[in-house]
């Protein structure tokens, strides 16, 4: 039986991406490999019809963790202040990241059930301003829930700040709204939303963001990453199996429609997820509208824990996510990211109406 990965990346891979990794060996210092990082720079800015005059993607060896730590160590100046818009486990990440890397930051926190309050947000940027950036996680996984980055975009453009994105869990699904939000850059992974294998990660920013990038750490400089893959270059060596893997997903990703396709078949999936359980008395953590279509929570089945819960699913061919610190006592989660449709979800519900018998 094979096993379906309903957890936020790794995801289901199709055979086709699968089947890329085993193309030839590559040096990485060959003008093939150069030719496939440029691809996928290319590739990855025509995801959201991006202008390659003003935008650059910039691709690292590290998982999605790593392109949000590039972006926050390099993109807010040295005399940059921040302000960290918390609303999750991955909020939180990047306040400590701001922290271990001594950047002067102010850390907004809501509770984990809660969307941003423009309110809070517009009285921070008041009293305790001036910040230069304010960093927001588009999707927060912890809860599902889908923050308003219009919202928050505007709010910077009124205090003349600029916003630094986690869009891990959105990139290639989500709506982003680069030109108008006041945004300096955007970090992703290849294993999300763009259904390829983890490894690669990239940020997108801006030129003039990139060119003002101050160097706070080695491995994940942005701007000599930027100035090197311009250059057909790169400074280390690259997961180059990753990068396979990650051109064949966008190349597949476009045949399948792009982004609005993606968005729709997600939606689907999801809205069949959500009525499927809301029917066997499961309901969801966050309501539907402000959830993203990515991943959704679900409050536990009365009376089972989580691990028994994930066990049986799991014997039965379906790995679904732990809630993250007090969480796991009250809600699991369902991504529809990968190579799944709504048969597999038609199972799913199936192996709920199995456990209640
Ligand atoms: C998955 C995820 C990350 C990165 O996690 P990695 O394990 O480093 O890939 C960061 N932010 C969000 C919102 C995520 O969902």
């Not at 691809?39 to 963790?65: C, F, I, N, Q």
């Not at 308003?148 to 891990?168: F, P, S, T, W, Y």
């Not at 750490?217 to 199996?241: C, E």
């Not at 969801?284 to 990515?294: K, R």
Request: hydrophobic content about 45%; proline content about 4%; aromatic content about 8%.
């Amino acid at each position: 039986m094979k096993t379906l990965l309903l957890n936020p990346g790794p995801v289901t891979l199709t055979e086709r991406v699968r089947q890329s990794m085993l193309q030839p060996d590559l040096c990485h210092r060959e003008s093939e490999f150069y030719d496939l990082q440029d691809e996928a720079r290319t590739r990855l800015l025509a995801v959201y019809g991006l202008d390659p005059h003003k935008w650059s993607a910039v691709l690292m060896t590290a998982s999605g963790t790593g392109a949000v730590e590039s972006m926050i160590a390099s993109l807010v100046p040295q005399q940059g202040r921040l302000l960290v818009v918390q609303n999750g486990v991955y909020g939180e990440r990047i306040a400590n990241m701001a922290k271990q890397y001594g950047i002067e930051y102010v850390a907004l926190a809501h509770d984990w059930m809660a969307a941003p309050d423009p309110a809070a947000i517009a009285r921070c940027l008041d009293i305790e301003g001036p910040f230069s950036h304010v960093a927001v996680v588009h999707h927060e996984t912890t809860t599902g829930r889908l923050n308003d980055l219009r919202e928050i975009g505007a709010l910077c453009g009124k205090h003349r700040a600029q916003l630094l994105v986690d869009a891990v869990s959105s990139f290639g699904a989500e709506a982003i709204d680069f030109d108008e939000g006041n945004i300096a850059a955007v970090a992703a992974t290849a294993n999300k939303c763009l259904h390829g294998v983890p490894g690669a990660s990239f940020v997108i920013a801006t030129r003039a963001a990139i060119e003002r990038a101050a160097s706070r750490t080695y491995y994940l400089d942005l701007g000599r990453l930027a100035r090197m893959q311009a250059a057909r270059n790169t400074p280390f060596t690259p997961s180059v199996h990753a990068y396979y893997a990650l051109v064949e997903a966008l190349r597949e990703f476009e045949d399948e429609g792009g982004r609005a396709a993606r968005h729709a078949r997600y939606a689907a999936l999801a809205e069949q997820a959500r009525s499927g359980l809301a029917s066997r008395g499961i309901g969801a953590v966050v309501p539907p509208e402000q959830s993203s279509v990515v991943l959704r929570a679900y409050d536990l089945p009365h009376g089972i824990a989580y691990e028994p819960l994930h066990d049986a699913l799991k014997s039965l061919g379906f790995v679904i996510y732990a809630g993250q610190g007090d969480l796991s006592k009250r809600l699991f989660r369902i991504s529809t990211m990968g190579n799944i449709g709504s048969a597999d979800i038609e199972r799913l519900l199936q192996a709920f109406d199995d456990l209640a018998r």
